[in-house]
């Protein structure tokens, strides 16, 4: 599975940003995944996931991140989102798109948030 996040970017403590993530070269996709899940992987720290939204509408969201972060899908347009709100430096990483319970072993190359103080 080939995933694909974009979205990223330089904002300042307080910005927002919304990333997207979605499959390409066919099967599978967002819709057929399910469970889908973006994760982060910043300086020095292992990757770990912030939020996820499973088939039935529930969603999970690390303490870190609750009340500031919304995950999203679209199923039509293929595409998972991230609306990121409220952003403080330790949001600073890559962020990753993933299958959200058992991953895919190929992680794509991430889209970059660095948000500054």
């Known amino acids: 599975v080939q995933l694909q996040a974009s979205g990223g970017g330089l904002v300042q403590t307080g910005g927002s940003l919304r990333l997207s993530c979605s499959t390409s070269?066919?099967?599978?996709?967002?819709?057929?995944?399910?469970?889908m899940g973006w994760y982060r992987q910043g300086p020095g720290k292992q990757r770990s996931l912030v939020a996820s939204?499973?088939?039935?509408?529930?969603?999970y969201y690390s303490d870190s991140v609750k009340g500031r972060f919304t995950i999203s899908r679209d199923n039509a347009r293929n595409a998972v989102y991230l609306q990121m709100n409220g952003l403080k430096p330790e949001d600073t990483a890559v962020y990753y798109c993933?299958?959200?319970?058992?991953?895919?072993?190929?992680w794509g190359q991430g889209t970059l948030v660095t948000v500054s103080s």
């Open positions: 993933n299958r959200a319970g058992p991953t895919f072993d190929s």
């Open positions: 070269g066919g099967i599978p996709t967002i819709s057929t995944i399910g469970n």
């Open positions: 939204r499973y088939s039935g509408g529930r969603t």
